[in-house]
């Protein structure tokens, strides 16, 4: 193929980026992702999708088959959700955002540590996974402190700046459009806002878990530090997880 036809093979593989997309108004306007930042088209794996981000395949969305794992009895012993619940110390009244809230596992929980003047957004991209966990809350009477968001692949759909904290449990690795979302939650926080990233540790191979659905510490924080989050700590305290804490600085708008 010649340089001239090539070149249109090879836009057509590239995602569209942010700036494609006309801003809703100046404070909304998306980030134009840099360079080292773009998605490139590669082989499929098993488990993966065929489309790479900083050298890494995206994994598959765990579909709302997967609901029976996500609250499987052993779970909490396993991985010791107790700690890693300990670890955000959450306080009454703060507003929260299980991002990739599944069946609402993490969610309910978060609404019963938050209190009755906290909330809790719930994001999903599956409306079924919404439904299961809008009745997990209502059986436990915690809806009313609970705010189901159909998300988009590209778009949280968070208010700007509202959240104290935003939670991804075992979600990032199979964000379709990372860099995006991130940017989105960035604008999500609070100044001073925690972003939390749980994931399996892609360094150790004792842990039982597919390998495009484990992440490394070097690697989250490659793609993270394009945004405007500062990295706070990494929070050993999970047998199987990283627990990865980053900030939206005080200073930002
Ligand atoms: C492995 S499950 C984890 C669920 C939950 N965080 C837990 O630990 O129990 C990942 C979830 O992320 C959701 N997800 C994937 N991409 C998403 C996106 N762009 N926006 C919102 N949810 C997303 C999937 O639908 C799936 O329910």
Redesign the pocket.
Same mark, same amino acid.
């Given at each position: 193929m010649t340089s001239a036809r090539l070149l249109p093979a090879l836009l057509a593989f590239a995602v569209a980026l942010p700036a494609a997309t006309p801003p809703a108004a100046p404070a909304a306007a998306a980030p134009e992702a840099p360079p080292a930042a773009r998605y490139e088209a590669g082989s499929r794996t098993r488990d993966g999708i065929g489309k790479y981000y900083f050298g890494r395949e995206i994994s598959q969305?765990?579909g709302h088959l997967?609901a029976g794992w996500?609250e499987r009895a052993e779970r909490e012993e396993e991985e010791r959700t107790d700690l890693l619940l300990e670890a955000l110390r959450l306080r009454p009244g703060d507003v929260v955002a299980d991002?990739?809230?599944?069946?609402g596992?993490?969610t309910w929980r978060i609404a019963q540590r938050v209190g009755p003047s906290g909330r809790v957004y719930a994001?999903? #991209?599956?409306p079924l996974?919404l439904e299961l966990l809008q009745a997990n809350l209502t059986r436990r009477g915690l809806a009313d402190r609970m705010l189901p968001v159909l998300?988009t692949?590209s778009d949280?759909k968070l208010p700007e700046a509202s959240c104290d904290l935003i939670l991804l #449990?075992? #979600?990032y690795h199979?964000?379709?459009f990372p860099f995006e #979302?991130t940017a989105a939650l960035a604008r999500a926080l609070k100044p001073g806002g925690r972003l939390v990233l749980v994931e399996y540790r892609g360094e150790d191979p004792e842990v039982p878990i597919k390998p495009l659905h484990k992440m490394t510490v070097a690697q989250v924080r490659r793609e993270l530090a394009v945004h405007p989050l500062e990295f706070v700590e990494n929070l050993g305290v999970l047998p199987r997880q990283h627990l990865l804490v980053f900030r939206r600085p005080a200073a930002t708008r």
């Open positions: 969305v765990m997967g996500l991002f990739g809230a599944g069946s596992y993490f994001v999903e #991209v599956q996974m998300g692949a949280p #449990v075992d #979600v199979e964000l379709e #979302v």
